[in-house]
């Protein structure tokens, strides 16, 4: 089923509204749709502009454009550590991850720290930490049908993808499909990529493939983890 139908966000969020001094009230503004839809159908989609501000989102896609500019972005891997392979036929976009160490990225992850906790309260997911990285698809680039952990061997919980491109049309390609969790062929959703756009799902259950691109496509996501013991990234 189409979670698109269950994610009226802006339901909780004053229309217009800046983003809050404090992350706390904006995330308890939208919490119980987003906490909703994951447990119901596994996945949503939502528009940040209010979650994060305007403003903030233009500042991370301006950084992500001056990284991707300046090449420091990398050919991004599957899998991790030994298992971690540069397979071109599998996905093509390059990487870079945040250290949080701008001031727009320390914004964006006081959000998230408060998503996090908010996610535990309402969910009980026991998520300790986040990583994030920015992502570049330059035209051509794919990332095929994957999940983005696998059942007792990783520990990414939740996935959030934050697209960060304006004006994007049907014609540039890019979309995210995304998968019924209880029949991978079943296409569920089809999220375009444009600014402020975010979806978020279950990490290990919910299919997922980004389209080939048919121009640059900025997104940065974030993988909310439960680590037993902390792994460095
Ligand atoms: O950029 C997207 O839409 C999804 C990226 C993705 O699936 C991933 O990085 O694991
Ligand atoms: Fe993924």
Known sequence: MDAQVVTPLHAGLPEGEPRSQNSTDVVDGCIDSIASALSEYGWLTLDAGELLGHALLRELAHEVRILDKTDNLKKAGVGRGSDHLKDRSVRRDKIAWLQG?????QALFSVLEELQRSLNRRLFLGLNRFEAHYAT???GDFYRKHLDSFRGRASRVVSL?????????????????????DNDN?????????????VVFLSEEVPHEVLPANRTRYSLACWFRQDEVPLPL
């Open 161 to 181: 993808v934050l697209y960060l491109n304006d004006d994007w049309n049907a014609g540039d390609g890019g979309a995210l499909q995304v998968f019924n969790r």
């Open 101 to 105: 160490e701008t001031v727009p990225q």
């Open 137 to 139: 698809f330059h035209s």
């Open 186 to 198: 079943e296409v569920c959703g089809v999220v375009t990529p444009e600014m402020g756009r975010m």
